[in-house]
């Protein structure tokens, strides 16, 4: 070391302050050899690789290895194992920081930071159950921030950890740790004395996401005549993409809220004085929860959202009769707005992916079956029953591809203990849409999820004409699959429990004109069912709402 180590220190921290992380870089380079620095220098060297102006994925690598060697240094280091931790989710290789997270864990017990890490690291390979249990001893510690609380609740709905009426207890604890804004008094709308509905909708995901597919062709046909349309978008900047540029399009107004704090953003769309707000994605991620349970506008609307949210003053929830039985709407925080037959529609494709089926089916050939469902859905009930399957269907293969991050060899583990890992297929996600539709013609019966099934998958499976074998649920989340299929009149593709399931299929596979004739009544029949209807759905919609905001008023 060229200088003394309390002045270099000082240097460091300010060019780190002053963001100046190349001339960083090189003056601890220049006074350190590449096996003495301390612990201390290690996190900022890592720190300031990763946060470089033209920072590569390989910077990355290495910060995150300065990281790694700062906490082996000194295995009381908090702050570079958290570093280590963030950088090693980010670049999706998450094996040796759990690893370490976990002998922090050993050595000193509970904290919270490493809780949340491992958490968050688990619930990125596919451990759900290990994510849900850390996140819930942070919260039971009320360590848990707004964001830890969001994404303990959406993670409950991926396996059957609480009843409806127990995970509507945990969403309004959730709602009463939300920051209340009292001084900010809401004044209601009068749309009657408007021309237009003033109609919002709010979301983080305006931009290339499996919402779109669901939402823009119902935004394109909405009556200009009779609403007002307004976007308020809380999707990051660099998340714009082709899909953002058709949502500010089709808006009337467009407003982003993303940088905006809650107070201000609160008062931004107070401003616009909006009769209905739709927000959309209920406890994902960037939810902006606050603004509802302060109110923003005279009606407040959940839709195509997992479950309750549980939150003060979301008003309404919108579902349909197979999704919510009248009798259980007291297990849901907001009143249940019924459509008249689904809860939403998929806007469709173009028709050039009109797949041919075959007259003749083999029953020598090897059969396919496919789940383009996330691995997040795929539950330890879900591994069983399709392992059962695979193991009674000789001539059998399981292709899987999600569209998150996945870990491999960690589903695979999954499938190592009933020995059909050999039988499994991983495929790494497609970005081209006709690709990935096309990929469809593989599978001759795709296999859904539970208790949280596909949807969007579901809707492609069905275009392409594929069958989807679900199973009943007890719940919003866990019906979904039931409502779509019930609503195409295909109630023989679902399951009333596990065991259905497993042999439901084995009778399909056993009998391949029957499938054959399923596969062809989907083909002809689906893609001008109600599924598919926007124009139908939207008048339907608009008139939902006309009828939310009248009823409200009075």
Known sequence: MKKDLNILISEINSLLKEKKFEKLINEINSNFNENDKPPVILNI???????????????????????????????SFLEALINYIRISIQLENTSEALSLAKQYQAKFGYQKDVYRGIARINFSIGNVKESVSFMEDVLEKNDGTSLNWTQY??????????????????????????????????????????????????????????????ILGILELINQDKFETFGFSNTIDSQYDDETKKYK?????????????????????????????????????????????NRIATVQVSWMNINTTGVKNMDYLIADKNLIKFNEESMYSEKIIYMPSIWNIHSG???????????????????????????????DKVILVWSKILNKIKKSKLILRSSNQVNKDYIMSKFIKYNVQNKIEIYDKIYNQDEHLNSYKNIDLALDTFPTPGIVTTFE???????????EGFNLCSRAGESIMKNINMEELICKNEDEYVNKIVDLINNKEKLKEIRNKILKEVRESKLFDKKKFTNQFEVMLINTLDNHQN
């Open 461 to 471: 499976a069905l275009w392409m004409g594929v069958p989807v074998i679900t199973m």
């Open 45 to 75: 060297l890592g720190a300031a690789k990763i946060f470089k102006h033209d920072s590569t994925k390989n910077d990355k690598i290495s910060g995150a290895n300065d990281f790694k060697l700062a906490f082996i240094k000194d295995n």
């Open 153 to 214: 609740l959406t993670r409950l709905n991926y396996d059957y950890f609480y009843s409806q009426k127990d995970y509507l207890y945990k969403c309004k604890k959730f709602s009463a740790t939300l920051e209340d804004f009292g001084q900010y008094e809401f004044s209601k709308s009068d749309y009657k004395k408007n021309k237009k509905v003033k109609l919002g909708f709010l979301s983080a995901d305006f931009r290339t996401h499996p919402v779109s597919s669901l």
């Open 349 to 379: 494709f173009e028709k050039k992916n009109i797949i041919k089926l075959s007259n003749k089916t083999d029953l020598n050939k090897t059969i396919t079956f496919g789940s383009f469902n996330n691995f997040d859905k795929i539950s």
């Open 249 to 293: 399009k089709i808006f009337n107004n467009w407003l982003d809220i993303s940088k905006l704090k809650d107070v201000d953003a609160l008062n931004s769309i107070r401003n616009n004085k909006i009769d209905i707000l739709i927000h959309l994605g209920g406890l994902f991620d960037r939810n902006r929860l606050a603004l509802i349970k």
